[in-house]
Nanobody, 115 residues
Framework: QVQLVESGGGLVQAGGSLRLSCAASGSIFGINTMGWYRQAPGKQRELVATITAGLGTNYADSVKGRFAVSRDNAKNTVHLQMNSLKPEDTAVYYC?????????WGKGTLVTVSS
């Protein structure tokens, strides 16, 4: 059993910053990729950023230069630093981890950016 708990969402004005965190617990030996996805109202869920066990990163074009993903392998956590937030970043943000061939998702945390 794997549990993911996200935190750090909230309401922020355009241009502001937020830091999301996701803590994994349970049967999580051998976490490979960790990452963040988001789903805006009426839209499909999309990749935001991922980070591999070797610390390789991948970002959606829309967030490059503004967001930074990081992980702490000792604490089984992944973070998303979001700067220069825009109203179009408003969405529910989901943490996802891959343990061997299995993907696990968190329940999501809402980020609202006001103009």
């Amino acid at each position: 059993q794997v549990q993911l708990v996200e935190s750090g969402g909230g309401l922020v004005q355009a241009g502001g910053s937020l830091r999301l965190s996701c803590a994994a617990s349970g049967s999580i030996f051998g976490i490979n990729t960790m990452g963040w996805y988001r789903q805006a109202p009426g839209k499909q869920r999309e990749l935001v950023a991922t980070i591999t066990a070797g610390l390789g990163t991948n970002y959606a074009d829309s967030v490059k230069g503004r967001f930074a993903v990081s992980r702490d392998n000792a604490k089984n956590t992944v973070h998303l630093q979001m700067n220069s937030l825009k109203p179009e970043d408003t969405a529910v943000y989901y943490c996802k981890i891959r343990v061997y061939a299995m993907d696990y998702w968190g329940k999501g945390t809402l980020v609202t950016v006001s103009s």
